[in-house]
T-cell receptor, first 112, second 115 residues
């Protein structure tokens, strides 16, 4: 399975933009890039996903490098509620089924 | 619309006892997944149901774990007999489509403590 690499932790000030990086240098052409996050004492929740083009939704934006070997999750204005562990996950059914392969993720701390 | 629910929220049992965890997926979701996070480790996949059939049980750690989904609605995960290393948080998730594009909705988890 293609692997992802994320920083262990990042810190941001409230109301500032946050850029969470993810490296996936062994990504295959059929891998979708998904992001989930886990707020304290809750189950993980879906954030966004993409294949090649940049994506936006109400929660965040996903910027995908042209060679697809890296991506960045962008929170445009961090709030205290965004403090969570963020997971970058590659999904490609033919190789890895439908399960989510959580790694260690990035723990985001948001300070007032 | 109700989300994924799990029961109990917390269970404390002694080593050697049996525990049954329950998951109610979002209504209409054919896909149901079990995951767990044991102490200090990453969240790991256990198994995947499509309706009442086990699609993938490659993550089940051993035969002390038994998952069922009779009738394709709620699911139970039984641990018998429980061991200390089974302590952790067990998450259930559901999705509508059987697809890598389908968002998985997670429940709040059941915290299992084996003493």
């Amino acid at each position: 399975d293609a692997k992802t690499t994320q920083p262990n932790s990042m810190e941001s000030n409230e109301e500032e933009p946050v850029h969470l990086p993810c490296n996936h240098s062994t990504i295959s052409g059929t891998d979708y890039i998904h992001w989930y996050r886990q707020l304290p004492s809750q189950g993980p929740e879906y954030v966004i996903h993409g294949l090649t083009s940049n994506v936006n939704n109400r929660m965040a934006s996903l910027a995908i490098a042209e060679d697809r070997k890296s991506s960045t999750l962008i929170l445009h204005r961090a709030t205290l509620r965004d403090a969570a562990v963020y997971y970058c996950i590659l999904r490609d059914k033919p190789n890895s089924g439908y399960a989510l392969n959580f790694g260690k993720g990035t723990s985001l701390l948001v300070t007032p | 619309e109700a989300g994924v629910t799990q029961f109990p929220s917390h269970s404390v049992i002694e080593k050697g006892q049996t525990v049954t965890l329950r998951c109610d997926p979002i209504s209409g979701h054919d896909n149901l997944y079990w995951y767990r996070r044991v102490m200090g480790k990453e969240i790991k996949f256990l198994l995947h149901f499509v309706k009442e059939s086990k699609q993938d049980e490659s993550g089940m750690p051993n035969n002390r774990f038994l998952a069922e989904r009779t009738g394709g609605t709620y699911s139970t995960l039984k641990v018998q007999p429980a061991e200390l290393e089974d302590s952790g948080v067990y998450f259930c998730a559901s999705s509508q489509a059987t697809s890598v594009l389908s968002e998985q909705y997670f429940g709040p988890g059941t915290r299992l403590t084996v003493t």
